[in-house]
């Protein structure tokens, strides 16, 4: 079966950096996408990695490692508006989009 | 730029009955799909378009139907809600299917009693 992994819920205090990791397990691979969905609202595009690598966009980084079926989103100097879900999504073999449960992100002060 | 517009915003039905979940979207996308939402679960796709008068089944298919007469227009059918369809449903579109991130609707909230 096809699988994607995230935490379920991470902490980090404002000002900090934190790294949101994704595993995967699909048939095919076409391309990783990171989106992140604020409480009640729709998810919004943030990166996506089809080589391996770092993908660097201001404060928010994406890395991918296609033969270790691992992505990470790096996020740096946390303001409280940062506080939502990231969602981890693989393109299979047939261009659909497999989607991680998502990780629930809390700022502190 | 109103993107992807989906209605209702929410909506309360009660078992048995029908209803059909609006979805539009003004820039020219070709792919268009709806997912289900649910706590502690990854979006799961219901269906999906590759352009118009081609739709096709996600994972979960079973209980919706859609029709794609239009670019523009993606709706979806429930033919006889059951409580087990409570769930956000997200309406999104792409470019095409291939590399390109997909634009989402705001959502629709429904619960079926």
């Known amino acids: 079966g096809q699988n994607i992994d995230q935490p379920t819920e991470m902490t980090a205090t404002e000002g900090a950096i934190v790294q949101i990791n994704c595993t995967y397990q699909t048939s095919g691979f076409n391309g990783l996408f990171w989106y992140q969905q604020h409480a009640g609202e729709a998810p919004t595009f943030l990166s996506y990695n089809v080589l391996d690598g770092l993908e660097e966009k201001g404060r928010f980084s994406s890395f991918l490692s296609r033969s270790k079926g691992y992505s990470y989103l790096l996020l740096k100097e946390l303001q409280m508006k940062d506080s939502a879900s990231y969602l981890c999504a693989v393109r299979d073999s047939n261009y659909q989009l497999i989607w991680g449960a998502g990780t629930k992100l809390i700022i502190k002060p | 730029n109103a993107g992807v517009t989906q209605t209702p915003k929410f909506q309360v039905l009660k078992t048995g009955q029908s209803m059909t979940l609006q979805c539009a979207q003004d820039?020219?996308?070709?792919?268009m799909s709806w997912y289900r939402q649910d706590p502690g679960m990854g979006l799961r796709l219901i269906h999906y378009?590759?352009?118009?008068?081609?739709?096709d089944q996600g994972e979960v298919p079973n209980g919706y139907n859609v029709s794609r007469s239009t670019t523009e227009d993606f709706p979806l059918r429930l033919l006889s809600a059951a409580p087990s369809q409570t769930s956000v449903y997200f309406c999104a579109s792409s470019y095409n299917e291939q590399g390109q991130p997909q634009h989402f609707g705001d959502g629709t909230r429904l619960s079926i009693l």
């Open positions: 820039m020219n996308h070709e792919y």
């Open positions: 378009s590759v352009g118009a008068g081609i739709t």
